[in-house]
């Protein structure tokens, strides 16, 4: 069972910054495929960046050039970095892990981008 836990979401102007954080239980957090999703209102849960156990990262087209994902296995947590940040980034967002086969969620964190 692996529980994931994020934080660093909350209310930023446009073009502002926000980082997220999520933290992970388990000793085996190096193996573990980790991801970014968001649900903005009225839509569907949609991929914002995900990282593999071996450092590999894609984005989605519309975050591509000012989010940044990256894990610290020895913190055993995972952070996405958002810069120049849009009303269409409001969401919540959640953390996702995939290990030995299984997916695990987060509880969600918001984020909302407003003047």
């Known amino acids: 069972q692996v529980q994931l836990v994020e934080s660093g979401g909350g209310l930023v102007q446009p073009g502002g910054s926000l980082r997220l954080s999520c933290a992970a239980s388990g000793s085996d957090f190096s193996i573990y495929n980790m991801g970014w999703y968001r649900q903005g209102p009225g839509k569907q849960r949609e991929l914002v960046a995900f990282?593999?156990?071996?450092?590999?990262?894609n984005y989605a087209d519309s975050v591509k050039g000012r989010f940044t994902i990256s894990r610290d296995n020895a913190k055993n947590t995972v952070s996405l970095q958002m810069n120049s940040l849009k009303s269409e980034d409001t969401a919540v967002y959640y953390c996702k892990a995939v290990y030995s086969g299984r997916i695990y969620w987060g509880q969600g964190t918001q984020v909302t981008v407003s003047s």
């Open positions: 990282i593999t156990s071996d450092d590999k990262t």
